[in-house]
């Protein structure tokens, strides 16, 4: 009885979890251009790399064949929505301040939720990989 199990994290696959990740982000841009007040495209940064995860993620629930295309497109991105975080610490090393507080909190938000979704895609190819032998 060698039965393939489903990765989860946190409860959920990793499509789902890509899903409920892109929600997140592209309310969380949107939520701090409205209370920031900013008229600056930048706080919507979250929001605009949220949006191709979530279409990539649902394309790859409607596509089953091309779930591996797709989610290695949303790891990339997730990658790079942590890059983007880690100017936080180039800014809160090299400048000695935080700057914009909205900013540096959306910096932060990216480092840190980036580095986990990264981490959780991850593990779901490890686990994908170790399915197929």
Known sequence: ????KEFTFIRLNIVDLSIIY???LIIWGMSI????ES???TSLIPSILGLPILVFSYLSKVFPSKQKLFMHLVVIIGALIF????D???GFLIENTMGSTWASLSKLMMLIT???FCYACILSFIHARKSIN
């Open 33 to 36: 251009s409205i209370i920031s």
């Open 39 to 41: 008229n600056s495209i």
């Open 88 to 90: 936080f610490i180039r």
């Open 83 to 86: 890059l983007g975080g880690l």
């Open 22 to 24: 892109a929600m997140f």
């Open 1 to 4: 009885m060698d039965e393939k």
């Open 114 to 116: 980036g580095g986990v």
